[in-house]
Protein backbone atom coordinates (compact mmCIF):
# COMPACT_ATOMS: atom_id res chain seq x y z
CA UNK A 1 0.00 0.00 0.00
CA UNK A 2 0.85 3.44 -0.89
CA UNK A 3 2.12 5.48 2.32
CA UNK A 4 2.47 8.43 0.33
CA UNK A 5 -0.19 9.58 -2.20
CA UNK A 6 -0.03 12.45 -4.43
CA UNK A 7 -3.18 11.95 -6.02
CA UNK A 8 -3.05 15.07 -8.44
CA UNK A 9 -0.21 14.20 -11.45
CA UNK A 10 -0.52 17.81 -12.74
CA UNK A 11 -2.24 21.25 -11.65
CA UNK A 12 -2.53 24.58 -13.26
CA UNK A 13 -2.99 27.62 -11.75
CA UNK A 14 -3.71 31.56 -12.56
CA UNK A 15 -0.63 33.83 -11.55
CA UNK A 16 -1.20 35.07 -8.25
CA UNK A 17 -4.13 32.70 -7.52
CA UNK A 18 -3.76 30.65 -4.46
CA UNK A 19 -3.20 26.33 -5.12
CA UNK A 20 -3.21 23.79 -2.94
CA UNK A 21 -1.23 20.39 -3.52
CA UNK A 22 -2.65 17.06 -2.12
CA UNK A 23 -1.02 14.62 -0.03
CA UNK A 24 -2.14 12.11 1.90
CA UNK A 25 0.30 9.41 4.37
CA UNK A 26 -0.55 6.26 5.92
CA UNK A 27 1.24 5.37 9.20
CA UNK A 28 0.09 3.83 12.54
CA UNK A 29 3.56 5.82 14.12
CA UNK A 30 2.48 8.45 16.46
CA UNK A 31 5.45 10.49 15.87
CA UNK A 32 5.84 11.16 12.13
CA UNK A 33 7.43 14.30 9.87
CA UNK A 34 6.04 14.98 6.67
CA UNK A 35 8.14 17.32 4.09
CA UNK A 36 7.39 18.89 0.88
CA UNK A 37 10.16 19.69 -1.51
CA UNK A 38 9.82 21.10 -4.84
CA UNK A 39 12.00 20.48 -8.09
CA UNK A 40 11.80 23.04 -10.79
CA UNK A 41 13.09 21.57 -14.16
CA UNK A 42 16.66 22.58 -13.24
CA UNK A 43 16.45 19.38 -11.26
CA UNK A 44 17.54 20.41 -7.84
CA UNK A 45 15.73 19.18 -4.65
CA UNK A 46 14.72 22.29 -2.88
CA UNK A 47 12.76 21.79 0.86
CA UNK A 48 9.66 23.65 1.50
CA UNK A 49 8.22 23.15 4.55
CA UNK A 50 8.38 20.91 7.64
CA UNK A 51 5.55 19.61 9.70
CA UNK A 52 5.81 17.09 12.81
CA UNK A 53 2.46 14.69 14.00
CA UNK A 54 3.05 16.88 17.30
CA UNK A 55 2.84 20.33 16.15
CA UNK A 56 0.14 22.43 17.34
CA UNK A 57 -0.41 24.42 15.02
CA UNK A 58 0.20 24.62 11.17
CA UNK A 59 3.64 25.13 9.72
CA UNK A 60 4.29 28.04 7.47
CA UNK A 61 7.59 29.57 5.24
CA UNK A 62 6.43 32.27 3.53
CA UNK A 63 4.10 31.95 0.66
CA UNK A 64 4.07 28.30 1.36
CA UNK A 65 1.86 26.38 4.29
CA UNK A 66 1.11 23.38 5.02
CA UNK A 67 -2.74 22.23 5.85
CA UNK A 68 -2.13 19.78 8.41
CA UNK A 69 -5.23 17.38 9.31
CA UNK A 70 -4.22 14.62 11.72
CA UNK A 71 -7.47 12.61 11.77
CA UNK A 72 -7.98 13.06 7.97
CA UNK A 73 -4.36 11.86 7.65
CA UNK A 74 -3.65 14.44 4.97
CA UNK A 75 -0.70 17.37 4.78
CA UNK A 76 -1.99 19.80 1.71
CA UNK A 77 0.69 22.22 0.30
CA UNK A 78 -0.64 25.59 0.07
CA UNK A 79 0.94 27.92 -1.86
CA UNK A 80 -0.34 31.87 -2.25
CA UNK A 81 0.15 34.49 -4.61
CA UNK A 82 1.14 32.05 -7.05
CA UNK A 83 4.47 33.05 -8.92
CA UNK A 84 5.83 32.18 -12.79
CA UNK A 85 8.38 30.75 -10.84
CA UNK A 86 6.26 28.09 -8.80
CA UNK A 87 6.22 25.99 -11.88
CA UNK A 88 7.69 22.86 -10.85
CA UNK A 89 7.05 19.75 -9.85
CA UNK A 90 6.09 19.25 -6.06
CA UNK A 91 6.71 15.95 -3.91
CA UNK A 92 5.31 15.16 -0.29
CA UNK A 93 7.35 13.15 1.81
CA UNK A 94 7.12 11.23 5.34
CA UNK A 95 9.61 10.00 8.15
CA UNK A 96 8.44 8.17 10.62
CA UNK A 97 9.34 8.08 13.83
CA UNK A 98 9.98 11.78 14.08
CA UNK A 99 11.26 11.52 17.51
CA UNK A 100 13.75 9.03 17.05
CA UNK A 101 17.06 9.56 17.81
CA UNK A 102 18.33 8.50 15.00
CA UNK A 103 17.37 9.63 11.39
CA UNK A 104 15.10 7.31 8.99
CA UNK A 105 14.39 7.10 5.35
CA UNK A 106 11.70 9.28 3.57
CA UNK A 107 9.27 7.89 2.25
CA UNK A 108 8.14 9.65 -1.10
CA UNK A 109 5.20 10.47 -2.88
CA UNK A 110 5.01 10.47 -6.91
CA UNK A 111 4.73 14.01 -7.05
CA UNK A 112 2.43 16.64 -8.54
CA UNK A 113 3.27 18.64 -11.74
CA UNK A 114 2.38 22.50 -11.12
CA UNK A 115 2.29 24.74 -14.07
CA UNK A 116 2.09 28.53 -13.40
CA UNK A 117 0.07 30.47 -16.40
CA UNK A 118 0.73 34.11 -17.04
CA UNK B 1 27.89 26.72 2.64
CA UNK B 2 28.61 25.18 -0.70
CA UNK B 3 25.92 22.38 -0.27
CA UNK B 4 25.80 18.70 -1.25
CA UNK B 5 28.77 18.53 -3.62
CA UNK B 6 28.00 15.71 -6.59
CA UNK B 7 30.23 15.13 -9.44
CA UNK B 8 30.34 14.46 -12.13
CA UNK B 9 26.90 16.29 -13.10
CA UNK B 10 26.35 13.99 -16.12
CA UNK B 11 28.21 10.64 -17.46
CA UNK B 12 27.80 8.95 -20.44
CA UNK B 13 29.16 5.70 -20.66
CA UNK B 14 28.86 1.92 -22.41
CA UNK B 15 27.11 -0.56 -20.96
CA UNK B 16 29.20 -3.10 -19.07
CA UNK B 17 31.71 -0.38 -17.82
CA UNK B 18 31.80 0.57 -14.80
CA UNK B 19 30.30 4.35 -13.19
CA UNK B 20 31.17 5.85 -9.85
CA UNK B 21 29.49 8.46 -8.45
CA UNK B 22 30.70 10.97 -5.64
CA UNK B 23 29.38 12.92 -3.26
CA UNK B 24 30.51 15.42 -0.40
CA UNK B 25 27.59 15.97 1.80
CA UNK B 26 27.43 18.94 4.05
CA UNK B 27 29.76 19.50 6.64
CA UNK B 28 28.57 18.24 10.18
CA UNK B 29 25.75 16.57 8.36
CA UNK B 30 25.77 13.34 9.69
CA UNK B 31 23.14 11.52 7.20
CA UNK B 32 24.01 11.14 3.85
CA UNK B 33 21.13 9.12 1.31
CA UNK B 34 21.73 7.61 -2.19
CA UNK B 35 18.79 8.15 -4.52
CA UNK B 36 17.45 7.68 -7.67
CA UNK B 37 15.19 9.28 -9.65
CA UNK B 38 13.32 7.94 -12.76
CA UNK B 39 10.54 8.97 -14.91
CA UNK B 40 8.39 4.99 -14.55
CA UNK B 41 9.69 4.63 -10.60
CA UNK B 42 9.83 8.05 -9.34
CA UNK B 43 12.28 8.70 -6.60
CA UNK B 44 13.86 5.94 -4.63
CA UNK B 45 16.15 5.33 -1.94
CA UNK B 46 18.63 3.05 -3.12
CA UNK B 47 20.73 3.84 0.82
CA UNK B 48 21.06 6.08 3.71
CA UNK B 49 23.80 5.82 5.78
CA UNK B 50 23.88 7.34 9.44
CA UNK B 51 27.11 8.27 11.41
CA UNK B 52 29.23 6.36 8.03
CA UNK B 53 27.51 3.27 8.78
CA UNK B 54 25.15 1.87 6.27
CA UNK B 55 21.79 1.66 7.65
CA UNK B 56 19.67 0.56 5.21
CA UNK B 57 20.66 -0.64 1.85
CA UNK B 58 17.33 -2.43 0.89
CA UNK B 59 16.76 0.04 -1.98
CA UNK B 60 20.18 -0.96 -3.93
CA UNK B 61 18.60 -2.55 -6.80
CA UNK B 62 21.03 -5.39 -7.44
CA UNK B 63 25.34 -6.80 -6.60
CA UNK B 64 25.88 -4.59 -9.50
CA UNK B 65 25.34 -1.52 -7.27
CA UNK B 66 27.50 -0.42 -4.23
CA UNK B 67 27.86 2.18 -2.01
CA UNK B 68 30.29 3.36 0.21
CA UNK B 69 31.03 6.05 3.11
CA UNK B 70 34.33 6.26 4.20
CA UNK B 71 34.78 9.45 6.18
CA UNK B 72 32.09 11.97 7.30
CA UNK B 73 32.72 13.85 3.94
CA UNK B 74 32.63 11.63 0.77
CA UNK B 75 30.81 8.86 -0.79
CA UNK B 76 30.94 7.48 -3.69
CA UNK B 77 28.09 5.08 -5.33
CA UNK B 78 29.41 2.43 -8.08
CA UNK B 79 27.54 0.87 -10.48
CA UNK B 80 29.65 -2.24 -11.91
CA UNK B 81 28.97 -3.00 -14.76
CA UNK B 82 26.44 -0.76 -15.90
CA UNK B 83 23.08 -1.39 -17.58
CA UNK B 84 21.02 0.92 -19.62
CA UNK B 85 18.04 -0.02 -17.09
CA UNK B 86 20.53 2.24 -14.75
CA UNK B 87 19.94 5.81 -16.42
CA UNK B 88 18.90 8.07 -14.11
CA UNK B 89 19.60 11.05 -12.32
CA UNK B 90 21.12 9.79 -9.02
CA UNK B 91 20.84 12.23 -6.17
CA UNK B 92 23.13 12.35 -3.12
CA UNK B 93 21.14 14.15 0.47
CA UNK B 94 22.49 14.98 3.29
CA UNK B 95 20.67 15.67 6.92
CA UNK B 96 21.84 15.86 10.60
CA UNK B 97 20.88 13.00 12.36
CA UNK B 98 17.56 14.19 13.72
CA UNK B 99 14.97 12.58 12.45
CA UNK B 100 12.86 16.05 11.98
CA UNK B 101 15.53 17.84 10.18
CA UNK B 102 15.10 18.14 6.42
CA UNK B 103 17.66 16.42 3.95
CA UNK B 104 19.96 18.59 1.05
CA UNK B 105 20.26 17.35 -1.83
CA UNK B 106 22.64 17.71 -4.57
CA UNK B 107 22.37 18.90 -8.12
CA UNK B 108 22.11 15.03 -9.23
CA UNK B 109 24.22 12.90 -12.08
CA UNK B 110 22.35 12.25 -15.03
CA UNK B 111 23.50 8.94 -15.92
CA UNK B 112 23.11 7.39 -19.51
CA UNK B 113 24.41 4.02 -20.41
CA UNK B 114 23.99 3.59 -23.97
Known amino acids: AQKITQTQPGMFVQEKEAVTLDCTYD???????LFWYKQPSSGEMIFLIY????DQQNATEGRYSLNFQKARKSANLVISASQLGDSAMYFC???????????????WGLGTSLAVNP | DAGVIQSPRHEVTEMGQEVTLRCKPI?????LFWYRQTMMRGLELLIY????????DSGMPEDRFSAKMPNASFSTLKIQPSEPRDSAVYFC????????????FGQGTRLTVV
Open chain 2, 49 to 56: FNNNVPID
Open chain 1, 27 to 33: TSDPSYG
Open chain 2, 93 to 104: ASSLRFANTEAF
Open chain 1, 93 to 107: AMREGANAGNNRKLI
Open chain 2, 27 to 31: SGHNS
Open chain 1, 51 to 54: QGSY
